[in-house]
């Protein structure tokens, strides 16, 4: 039988590390991209394929994803979406520039791979797709407005795909972790950094109190935090599993939030998100 084949994004790091180099040790033949050339050299020298993938720049999109159905003789078994960083600000605050940034990274960019892959899957009958989303895909965050809009709509263009998809051998899945333990929150911050005038905002006591000192003093919400291979698994079973599943919660965090955001009323459900987040 003929290896496996699998494309996953944003593998420098975090989420996408962990599930390229399990799912190699499980046998499979893994396209580890990354955004940055150095982070690629880096991924082969560890024994890695790594075609340079950023969501940001269409032709790398493109390139990429020609390479890797060129190298498997125009096959692929698996799609791993992962890549994505966050721009923490309030929303008003939040530059057009920076806002379509992140929709190019976050959304646009994975739509454009996907369509890259779906015809050589519909000409194999196979082929399972896997996004990436996060419990701000269902929930929304204060200080979380853009990488809130880019989940929630990667949701639902997942979801409308696994609908499209249902009469062919192509499965889709969402992946929803909670808190992982990665680098995107010091990534966050220097987006922060580059985008945002917050001393400058009309509410900048506000990032001063609630965004500022809490980074000042660590992460509150360190505790919740679990492992990249606790994604690992359910993308494992999202991808070998004869009956994957169309949504896989990661974490008690991405449960709970699951459960109150249908359980509660909206106002409540506010109320509960200010007073956690």
Request: aromatic letters at 8%.
């Amino acid at each position: 039988m003929a290896q496996k084949s699998i494309l996953i994004t944003g593998c420098s790091s975090g989420i996408g590390y962990d599930a390229a180099h399990t799912l190699k040790r499980r046998g499979w033949r893994v396209f580890a991209s990354c955004r940055k050339a150095a982070d690629c050299e880096r991924m082969r020298a560890e024994g890695l394929e790594s075609p340079r993938i950023d969501y940001e720049d269409p032709a790398s999109v493109s390139a990429g994803a020609a390479q890797v159905l060129e190298a498997t003789g125009g096959t692929l078994e698996a799609l791993f979406n992962n890549g994505a960083y966050g721009i923490p600000a309030a929303v008003e605050d939040l530059p057009r520039e920076a806002f379509s940034a992140i929709l190019q990274a976050n959304l646009v960019g994975p739509h454009h791979l996907t369509a890259c892959v779906i015809p050589a899957m519909r000409a194999a009958n196979r082929g399972r797709i896997v996004n990436c989303t996060s419990v701000m895909g269902y929930t929304a965050y204060p200080w979380r407005g853009a990488y809130v809009a880019t989940k929630y709509g990667l949701e639902g263009l997942t979801d409308t795909l696994r609908i499209e998809l249902h009469d062919t051998n192509i499965h889709v899945s969402l992946i929803e972790p909670g808190l992982i333990t990665t680098k995107f929150g010091e990534n966050s911050g220097k987006n922060f950094e580059r985008w945002i005038d917050w001393e400058n905002s009309l509410i900048a006591d506000k990032y001063r109190r609630d965004l500022l000192k809490k980074w000042e003093g660590g992460n509150p919400n360190a505790w919740l935090e679990v492992p990249a291979s606790h994604v690992t698994r359910k993308l494992v079973h999202a991808v070998e599993n004869p009956r994957p599943r169309a949504r896989y919660r990661v974490t008690g965090l991405a449960e709970f939030a699951y459960v109150a955001k249908r359980l509660l009323p909206t106002r409540a459900a506010d109320w509960l998100i200010r007073r956690t987040a």
